[in-house]
Structures are given as structure tokens and as C-alpha cells.
């Protein structure tokens, strides 16, 4: 399957990913993890895509789509993959059209996750996330690691993300009510949208998930 995954900023479309791709036995890829990966290895993809990221506007489309397709194009990709936070536009949404046209291959779902604002604030408020690899999430409350600050899977420190500061989380809110939320719309003409509450617990939420995927194809 070919998915998209779409919410606000802390609605848990990485939580959700990590079970979903499973699951399916499809990759996750998400644009903001490779992002940070790229900028813990320091690397010059890297080294442009903080500061935005920090100040909670988006990164270049020329920047991000390339990296995106990139990804895309890694074998573990060929069969299905679940998208997470890319596309974040509708210039974004038409460069993955095309692309997937170009291997003749379409989107199955766009996986839109609901949650009111202001348990968003209270799921990014309590994040933490593995410094060894940025797909490993954890809350201070909800789903806390076996020992504290330390990665389940991995072993490694968590921390909180540089852009979960209360200002840069608002900036982040907008940024995704204006520019994030017309894919919706686009994807909608498509036929392509499946909404679902992500309130809950993690495991709920993926059984919804489950089940509105597969009533979708
Ligand atoms: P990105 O990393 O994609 O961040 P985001 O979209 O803001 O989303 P988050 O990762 O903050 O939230 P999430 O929905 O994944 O929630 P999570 O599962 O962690 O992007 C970061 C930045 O990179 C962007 O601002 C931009 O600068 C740049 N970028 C990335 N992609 C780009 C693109 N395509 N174009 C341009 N720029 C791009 O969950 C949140 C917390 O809630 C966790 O602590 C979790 O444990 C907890 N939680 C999850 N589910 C539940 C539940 N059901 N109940 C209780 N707690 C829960
Ligand atoms: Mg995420």
C-alpha cells in the first residue's frame, strides 16, 4: 500500500507509523526524522534544513522533495510505503503526483489524523525522543520508557526536540493550518481521504487506523 499520513504537529502520526508500517510490512518514511538525522551526522542537507525547522516554517520545497524521492526510490520502497509529514503542501502533493505517475503507481489512502489543539499541546509538551534515532517517541506521561530518559529500543538518551518550545510549537500549528491542511482538500477531490480520531489510547488508535485502511481497498 502507498499511504500518506497527514495530522497537526503531536497528533502521533510517528507513533502511529512505527505500528502501522509494521503491520502492513511497509517502510515508514518520514521527512522530519531524516531531516534530523541529517543534521545529527552534520551533514550540508542538514546544516540548511535547522534553521527552519527550528523557527517551525517548512523547509524549502527544493530541498525536500529531492530528499523525499530519494528515499522513495530505495528498494524497501518499491512495493508501498507509509509517508509521514511529506507531503506538508500542495506544490509538495503535486510533485509526489507526478512522481508516482512517472512509475505508474497511485496512492491507496490518505490517513488524516483529528485532534483537538489542545491535546496536541499536551502530547508535545511531554515528548521525548531518542537521540540516536528520532522515529523512537516517548511521553513523559502517556508512554513513558522502562527507565527514565533512556530509549527502549535502542538504548540511547532522549530528549526534547529542539521545536517543541511553546512558541515554535504555535508557529508550527499555523504553518500547518495554512499550508498543510489544503492537501487535504486536494487529496479529498481524489477520493483518497480517510479521517479518524486519534484521541485514545496508541493501541486504539492504531485499531482504527487498521480498520479504516482496510475499509478503504
Ligand atoms: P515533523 O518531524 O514531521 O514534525 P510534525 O509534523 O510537527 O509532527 P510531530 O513529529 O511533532 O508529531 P507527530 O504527529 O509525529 O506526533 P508523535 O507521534 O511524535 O517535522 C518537523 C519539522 O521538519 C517541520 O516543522 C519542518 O520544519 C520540517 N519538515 C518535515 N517535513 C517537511 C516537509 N515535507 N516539508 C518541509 N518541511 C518539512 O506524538 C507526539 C507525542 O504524543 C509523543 O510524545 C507520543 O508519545 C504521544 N502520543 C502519541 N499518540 C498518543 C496517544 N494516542 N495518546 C497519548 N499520547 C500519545
Ligand atoms: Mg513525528
Do not use: W
Request: net charge negative; proline share 4%; hydrophobic share 35%.
Amino acid at each position: 500500500m502507498r499511504i500518506v499520513l497527514v495530522g497537526p504537529p503531536g497528533a502521533g502520526k510517528g507513533t502511529q507509523a512505527a505500528f502501522l508500517a509494521k503491520n502492513l510490512s511497509i517502510p515508514h518514511i518520514s521527512t522530519g526524522d531524516l531531516f534530523r538525522a541529517n543534521i545529527s551526522q552534520g551533514t550540508e542537507l542538514g546544516k540548511q534544513a535547522k534553521a527552519y525547522m527550528d523557527a517551525g516554517n517548512l523547509v524549502p520545497d527544493e530541498v525536500t522533495i529531492g530528499m523525499a524521492k530519494d528515499r522513495m526510490a530505495k528498494p524497501d520502497a518499491e512495493n508501498g510505503f507509509l509517508l509521514d509529514g511529506f507531503p506538508r503542501n500542495v506544490s509538495q502533493a503535486e510533485a509526489l503526483d507526478v512522481a508516482l505517475k512517472a512509475d505508474d503507481v497511485k496512492l491507496d489512502a490518505v490517513l488524516d489524523l483529528e485532534v483537538p489543539e489542545d491535546e496536541v499541546v499536551k502530547r508535545i509538551a511531554g515528548r521525548r525522543i531518542c537521540r540516536k534515532d528520532s522515529s523512537h517517541v516517548f511521553h513523559v506521561t502517556y508512554s513513558q520508557p522502562k527507565q527514565e530518559g533512556v530509549c527502549d529500543v535502542c538504548g540511547g538518551e532522549l530528549y526534547q526536540r529542539e521545536d517543541d518550545s511553546e512558541d515554535t510549537v504555535r508557529k508550527r500549528l499555523e504553518v500547518y493550518h495554512t499550508q498543510t491542511e489544503p492537501i487535504i482538500d486536494y487529496y479529498r477531490t481524489q477520493g483518497l481521504v480517510v479521517t479518524i480520531s486519534a484521541l485514545g489510547k496508541v493501541d486504539e488508535v492504531t485499531a482504527r487506523a487498521m480498520e479504516a485502511l482496510k475499509g478503504d481497498k
